[in-house]
Nanobody
Framework: QVHLVESGGGLVQPGGSLTLSCAVA????????MGWYRQAPGKQRELVAR??????????DYIDSVKGRFAISRDNAKNTVYLQMNSLKPEDTAVYYC?????????WGQGTQVTVSS
């Protein structure tokens, strides 16, 4: 059984930083396509960043609104994926979810709240 557990959310002032963690059990982050999504009140869930491997190459994608501010990474030894968020803005406020895709399967974490407010 696959479990994804997010942590690291909280309240931060505009311009501040947070690092989200997603601890994964039951599937390797090295062979899965791992993504961070977010959902703000009244809005659809959107993909923020993803990291995946194809052959010997690693690929990383970001939505335009977070490019240069957020960084996704993974620690294969800890089977954990991170989202480093810098220069946070009020519009980054949302529940952030970790997602794993492998083969035809997908799994979600329970989400962690990020609130950017002064």
């Amino acid at each position: 059984q696959v479990h994804l557990v997010e942590s690291g959310g909280g309240l931060v002032q505009p311009g501040g930083s947070l690092t989200l963690s997603c601890a994964v059990a039951g599937v390797s982050v090295r062979v899965s396509a791992m993504g961070w999504y977010r959902q703000a009140p009244g809005k659809q869930r959107e993909l923020v960043a993803r990291i995946f491997s194809s052959g010997n190459a690693n690929y990383i994608d970001y939505i335009d609104s977070v490019k240069g501010r957020f960084a996704i990474s993974r620690d294969n030894a800890k089977n954990t994926v991170y989202l480093q968020m810098n220069s946070l803005k009020p519009e980054d406020t949302a529940v952030y979810y970790c997602n794993a895709n492998w083969g035809d399967l997908t799994s979600w974490g329970q989400g962690t709240q990020v609130t950017v407010s002064s």
